[in-house]
């Protein structure tokens, strides 16, 4: 009897050395259980044949498909003997659209005798263009025939055929084989979910999920399988999650209850507004959360302009009366700045401790960042060090090992996901005690990732704008195919600067030979878009000659010296430039009320959750505000698409949610939330939010009973295998 291998066997020692190289370096499986949990994407009905109709371009694909025509032609070459080459064409059909196949050369012998008229079989191969019509060259096929008793066929058993994903230098059918190999090991997986879950639900074990998704035998055998393979990732990683709030929760932290007529109460007082109900609901969360005797940790979302700043700072005006600390970590120092600006103003003689004229309750706000002159910094870090100063706001240069607080008790983090853990980390060391944490997003997050992505942090949501926020229209102007759209685009700009208002435009690019290729965001069909993106400077110069000219133009990107954006900025903020061409550098926190139009160029080379954001930088007084989103995609093109679905709807969760469905999850647990690597394989968190849900309930009560998972082995082995040593790192330091 041929001996099972076990789970953590490697692969070259089962496969051999080959087959395992190709799976390590182009799919991420090393081992016998990485291979058992690499999931078919989809399966193919050997009774049915595939639509060709709809083939994604440049993608390798996997079809089912029947011969309908073969032919051999003769060329002149001179690279073949006798100086003659040969073409195989072979054309295969699905009854809903028709393929074209090609050899050349010395490949054509073999398909040639294969690939005769009404022969079915797999093939598999990346589609392009030729001539105008789909192609696959020199596709890797498999014969499928009925009467076939070989074990290619038979490995396949059952009527429904697994299609993995694969590479050009593995094809699926051989990944199917590796796995054929595997599978009695499925056998030995030790079961993650408790025993009192799996019946409650009545799911699957997960040996036999396991052999049901790698070999179905009917479509309920998937589902099944799948129900139970998303659960177990959901509950990992809540468990995952829930163990790291369960450790926090046993930090020791300082209470930080403000005084009752302080620095909190002399602030609320000045407001020329009152509260909106979402900011003080929010406020009391957190003021809830600074009173306890352990570290608050919350994640506040908000929408561009509904007031979290305001709400941040109430937070650490309530830290200074009760006697510590604030920090604000901001992700550039243009934001750094902004914020610094706005919460003086906001202050007003609050912020002049020690100046003449400041108030009785007042503080200091210095601001820190990496471009100030010495003197600045000195006398910044002995304002920390002595707790002449309250709060003090900063970029990365707050985490430096110089910086001394004298009491650290709150640190809020503006756009988390602009920030390493690393650094997050080593702020809040910083404190005594570790201090508090408010983490800042004004990308609406849609409920089940903040439960995946954040789901160490408490949530708090400001979906309401304050009063006196304007609506902003937005209109696609589709630059190709009318350009008469784009001329009137630059005069609705000049109208609004006529009437006293101001405009951005937004490039992708910066422009100039320093430029580094792809910078841009890229969008999926930049293969298709052979033009570099538009570029600021080239942008900046082209207006003010035309269509702009006349106007105050000047440019803002993030390869200027900082002075030298801070000095544009101010020029903005006060009015005497009309026309600001920028990159995304504008994308988070300026706040200019004044401006009221936005021209996006190349809007398709930005992701959707950016696009939302640019706009949120106008309308921001009383005045409307307008957002054109600049294309030459066609209309319809996905790019076009995702630009009308921004232009229909200001809900920033509903984009956040179209966002995601289309950049896939990311790596939920590690840095990059990008959709290039991810360590949900079944879990779809858009979908699956009920799992998701349920699963966090579950997770929780679990780690409330049994914090180390004694009693679960199984799921101890999961949380190791979830966690490999850069997700340990991330989960372990919040």
């Not at 590479?167 to 009192?196: F, G, M, N, Y």
């Not at 007529?261 to 957190?286: C, M």
């Not at 000219?549 to 801070?566: A, I, N, S």
Request: with cysteine; net charge negative.
């Amino acid at each position: 009897m041929v001996p099972v291998p076990a789970l953590q066997e490697p692969l070259k020692k089962v496969l051999g050395p080959a087959t395992a190289k190709v799976m390590a370096e182009h799919l991420g499986l090393h081992t016998v259980s990485d291979l058992l949990h690499h999931y078919p994407r989809r399966y193919e009905e050997r009774g049915r044949l595939t639509h060709l109709a709809d083939l994604p371009m440049d993608e390798h694909v996997t079809v089912v498909a029947q011969v309908a025509d073969a032919r051999l032609h003769s060329f002149a070459s001179s690279r073949a003997p006798r100086g003659k080459g040969q073409r195989l064409e072979v054309t295969i059909t699905d009854g809903s659209g028709r393929l074209q196949l090609v050899f050349f050369g010395n490949g054509v012998h073999k398909p040639h005798k294969d690939l005769l008229p009404g022969t079915r079989a797999l093939f598999a191969g990346k589609v392009s263009v030729f001539n105008r019509r789909l192609q696959l060259a020199h596709p890797a096929y498999e014969l499928l025939s009925g009467d076939d008793e070989s074990d290619t066929v038979e490995g396949w058993a059952g009527a429904l055929i697994p299609i993995y994903p694969a590479t050009a230098k593995l094809e699926s059918w051989k990944i199917a084989k590796s796995v054929q190999t595997v599978l009695p090991s499925a056998q030995e997986a030790a079961d993650p979910l408790p025993e009192s879950l799996r019946a409650g639900r009545d799911l699957l074990s997960l040996p036999e999920a396991l052999l049901k998704v790698h070999r179905p035998h009917t479509k309920a055998d998937i589902a099944g399988a799948r129900d139970r393979l998303k659960w177990d990732e959901a509950f990992v990683l809540q468990v995952a999650l829930a163990r790291r709030r369960h450790a926090e929760a046993q930090l020791p932290a300082v209470p930080r209850v403000p005084a009752p007529d302080g620095l909190l109460t002399a602030f609320d007082k000045e407001l020329p507004f009152t509260l909106t109900d979402g900011q003080q609901k929010v406020s009391q969360e957190i003021f809830a959360d600074l009173a306890t005797e352990h570290p608050m940790h919350r994640l506040l979302q908000g929408e561009v302009g509904s007031g979290k700043t305001l709400v941040a700072l109430r937070a650490m005006l309530a830290v200074v009366d009760a006697g510590g600390q604030a920090a604000l970590l901001a992700p550039t120092e243009v934001l750094a700045q902004q914020h610094h600006r706005s919460v003086v103003e906001m202050m007003g003689e609050l912020a002049e401790q020690g100046m003449l004229g400041g108030a009785e309750h007042a503080t200091k706000v210095v601001l820190l960042t990496g471009s100030m002159g010495a003197a600045g910094r000195r006398q910044a870090l002995l304002d920390l060090a002595t707790a002449q100063a309250g709060i003090v706001i900063g970029t990365h240069a707050l985490i430096e090992d110089k910086v001394q607080f004298h009491d650290l008790g709150l640190v809020v983090v503006d756009e988390q996901h602009r920030f390493g853990v690393e650094q997050r980390d080593a702020l809040r060391g910083k404190g005594k005690q570790p201090p508090h944490l408010l983490v800042m997003t004004a990308t609406p997050i849609p409920r089940t990732v903040a439960m995946t992505v954040f789901g160490d942090l408490e949530t708090s949501v400001l979906d309401q704008l304050p009063a006196g926020r304007s609506p902003i229209a937005s209109h696609v102007v589709p630059a190709a195919d009318k350009p008469h759209f784009l001329a009137r685009a630059w005069e609705r700009v000049r109208e609004e600067v006529a009437n006293g208002h101001q405009a951005y435009v937004v490039c992708p690019r910066i422009g100039d030979d320093a430029d580094e290729p792809g910078k841009a965001a890229k969008s999926p069909e930049d293969e298709a878009e052979k033009r570099p993106p538009l570029a600021v400077l080239d942008i900046a110069d082209q207006l003010s000659r035309g269509p702009l000219q006349g106007l105050r133009v000047e440019v803002l990107h993030g390869r200027m010296h900082p002075d030298d954006k801070d000095a544009v900025m101010r020029r903005f903020a006060a009015g005497e430039t009309q026309v600001l061409v920028a990159t995304t550098v504008i994308e988070v926190g300026v706040n200019v009320p004044n401006a009221t139009v936005m021209v996006i160029m190349d809007a398709d080379r930005f992701g959707v959750s950016q696009l939302h954001q640019l706009r949120g930088r106008v309308g921001r007084g009383a005045a409307p505000g307008l957002c054109l989103l600049v294309s030459e995609m066609p209309e319809a093109s996905p790019a076009r698409q995702r630009l009308n679905a921004v232009a229909a709807t200001l809900d920033g969760f509903e984009l956040s949610r179209i966002d995601l469905e289309q950049r896939r999850e990311g790596d939920v647990l590690g840095q990059a939330q990008s959709g290039a690597r991810t360590s949900l394989r079944m879990l779809a968190v858009i979908e699956d939010e009920e799992i998701i849900a349920e699963a966090r309930e579950e997770a929780t009560a679990v780690v409330a009973a049994d914090p180390e998972l004694e009693r679960l082995p199984g799921l101890r082995t999961a949380l190791r295998a979830l966690l490999d040593d850069e997700r340990e790192q991330y989960l372990d330091k919040g």
